[in-house]
């Protein structure tokens, strides 16, 4: 699992590369049944073995990656992406032209206007329903962070020395929290409180659109809670101002995928998206650069969120 808040944080962990055997049959199909967001294998159709190059233009926020990640945690965010592309490019003939995005805002507004055929970034800044976007997207594949993980969640965290020790406590209380088009921390936080009968009136809630915000918030009093990124005190912006022993965690959130590989598949035929989910797999499973920072490619865990259904 992601450290958080127990133990030695993420940045003085020493990175783990998980080898994850990965099942894979040739035959992969599209699904996008109900609220599916993911490419998922089963089996019939065959990519072919000669092909001719494939050339995608891909942008690219991931939270781990020196060319996007905040410079507070360098330490931490050591992955790169040229050599694993080079590989796509020498052993499949895939080439992928990235655009670097240190600011996913600027990401999804690019990519709104129709300049990728894909992303690598957090899937939901790019799949939720109110975004305007008029791309088709599945994901691909899930990336895994330096640990092997491919899920987030949100927590919950009030300050060490709060008198706050329950999430039934909470009731009533000030809470900060991440605006709508965040998932751990806004659906999935207000998910939680409904299961477990918690009402917090609107007014006493704070969206704020980073972790770093409402940190601030939380640490300056103004709130009694917080809902972060369970990363963002080990490799986000939130680890220049606090640590993770500073606080306790109240709760957490269901998990999420961290990072995807999403492909608009109206701009991608069927078959190119097979081939490179292929490509993805086989790289990931059997030449994975180091220079990728622990952990590559692998099979999109199925996630299929209600709100996809929201109009």
């Given at each position: 699992?992601i ?5 030695k ?10 080898v ?9 199909t ?5 609220n599916?967001t ?21 942008a ?7 060319d ?5 945690v ?6 790169k992406?040229s050599?694993f592309?080079?590989?796509?490019r ?6 992928i032209?990235p ?16 300049k ?6 957090k ?13 088709k ?30 999430l ?10 991440g ?7 806004s659906?999935?936080?207000r998910?939680?409180l ?29 709130a ?17 101002v606090?640590?993770?022993e ?39 499973k ?8 622990g ?13 996809l259904s929201?109009?």
């Amino acid at each position: 699992m992601i450290p958080h808040f127990s133990g030695k944080p993420m940045r003085q962990q020493h990175l783990i590369i998980t080898v994850l055997s990965v099942a894979f049959a040739f035959g992969l199909t599209l699904s996008a049944s109900g609220n599916e967001t993911a490419l998922l294998p089963s089996s019939g159709e065959e990519v072919a073995k000669e092909q001719p190059p494939l050339k995608l233009n891909i942008a690219i926020n991931d939270i781990y990656g020196t060319d996007t990640a905040c410079s507070c945690v360098h330490d931490v965010a050591t992955r790169k992406y040229s050599d694993f592309f080079d590989r796509l490019r020498e052993k499949h003939s895939i080439e992928i032209v990235p655009a670097y995005y240190p600011e996913i805002y600027d990401l999804i507004k690019d990519f709104k206007a129709g300049k990728f055929d894909g992303a690598i970034c957090k899937p939901w800044f790019l799949l939720q329903p109110k975004s305007g976007s008029p791309q088709k997207l599945l994901r691909a594949a899930d990336l895994q962070d330096p640990f092997g993980n491919t899920l987030m969640w949100g927590i919950l965290i009030v300050p060490k020395n709060s008198k706050f020790r329950t999430l039934g406590e909470l009731s009533g209380k000030r809470m900060t929290c991440g605006e709508n088009d965040n998932y751990e921390k806004s659906h999935a936080v207000r998910k939680l409180l409904k299961a477990k009968n918690i009402s917090i009136q609107p007014k006493n809630i704070s969206a704020r659109a980073s972790c770093l915000e409402c940190l601030d918030l939380l640490i300056k009093g103004v709130a009694d809670v917080a809902a972060i990124s369970n990363y963002a005190l080990t490799a986000d912006c939130g680890a220049d101002v606090a640590k993770p022993e500073d606080f306790r965690v109240l709760a957490e959130t269901e998990r999420i995928p961290l990072t995807s590989l999403l492909v608009d598949i109206q701009k991608v035929p069927r078959k190119d998206a097979l081939r490179l989910q292929k490509a993805l797999l086989e790289v990931s499973k059997t030449s994975l650069p180091k220079s990728m920072g622990g952990g590559g490619f692998v099979l999109p865990q199925p996630w299929s969120p209600s709100e996809l259904s929201e109009k």
